[in-house]
């Protein structure tokens, strides 16, 4: 699953998260954790913005059993220059199985106020 993320520079933003098998089933989020990454360019090791399941106000699974989370960007965020940032998002099952759920380009729009 892939998608671009489009933001307007400085604004808050709010991502909604249905996490499917590739067979379009349901993925039990309970006891998981997850991850939020967005970095420069892929194979940077500097984090613009990292958000983590550990803290709710970042991050929050909002339905496990149906695969629903939300992942909560704030103004200080998106302070980045205009421009294309890539960005993925890693799940950690209560199995302990870890996996890359999504990987795309976060897009950063100037604001023109």
């Known amino acids: ?18 996490v499917t098998t590739s067979e379009g089933e349901v993925v039990n989020l309970t006891d998981a954790s997850i991850v ?12 613009l913005i990292q958000k983590s399941s550990e803290d709710i106000s970042e991050l929050e699974i909002t339905d496990p059993t149906n695969g629903r989370f939300k992942v909560y960007l704030n103004s200080t965020d998106l302070a980045l220059a205009p421009g294309y940032y890539a960005y993925d998002i890693e799940i950690t099952l209560a199995s302990g199985q870890r996996q890359t759920i999504e990987q795309d380009f976060l897009i950063v729009k100037q604001d023109v106020s």
């Not at 520079?9 to 909604?16: K, L």
């Not at 939020?36 to 984090?47: C, P």
């Open 1 to 18: 699953m892939t998608t671009k993320l489009h933001v307007y520079q400085g604004d808050t933003a709010t991502y909604e998260v249905t």
């Open 36 to 47: 939020f990454s967005v970095v420069q360019y892929l194979g940077d090791t500097t984090y």
